[in-house]
């Protein structure tokens, strides 16, 4: 069974930055598109990037674009999203997410909050 686990999650000025780590197990990772999202309170949750296969397309939501960067290391079964000159409005529970022909996979969330 697969399994995702996030970290890198924490409390940061706005401003700042974060790197967040997305590991795999369980299934042969460099088969899946990889994407992460993220759930503030009282909103859906939302796509915020993806990433092929093989890392070479990227796609991020408008409010991502020329702050966050998506990557992967397919070596280390690794997702990363490297979030940068954070907002209060990026506050959330980020998620990633394996997407893959038969399966998909979610992993538990880590808590991003950006406050003075």
């Known amino acids: 069974q697969g399994q995702l686990v996030e970290s890198g999650g924490g409390l940061v000025q706005p401003g700042g930055s974060l790197r967040l780590s997305c590991a795999a197990s369980?299934?042969?990772?460099?088969?899946?598109?990889m994407t992460w999202y993220r759930q503030a309170p009282g909103k859906e949750r939302e796509l915020v990037a993806g990433?092929?296969?093989?890392?070479?397309?990227?796609n991020y939501q408008d409010s991502a674009k020329g702050r966050f960067i998506i990557s992967r290391d397919n070596t280390k079964n690794t997702v990363y999203l490297q979030m940068n000159s954070l907002k209060p409005e990026d506050t959330a529970v980020y998620y990633c997410?394996?997407?893959?022909?038969?399966?998909?996979?979610w992993g538990q969330g880590t808590q991003v909050t950006v406050s003075s």
């Open positions: 369980g299934f042969t990772f460099s088969n899946y598109h």
């Open positions: 990433i092929a296969t093989n890392g070479g397309i990227t």
């Open positions: 997410k394996a997407v893959g022909t038969f399966a998909t996979y």
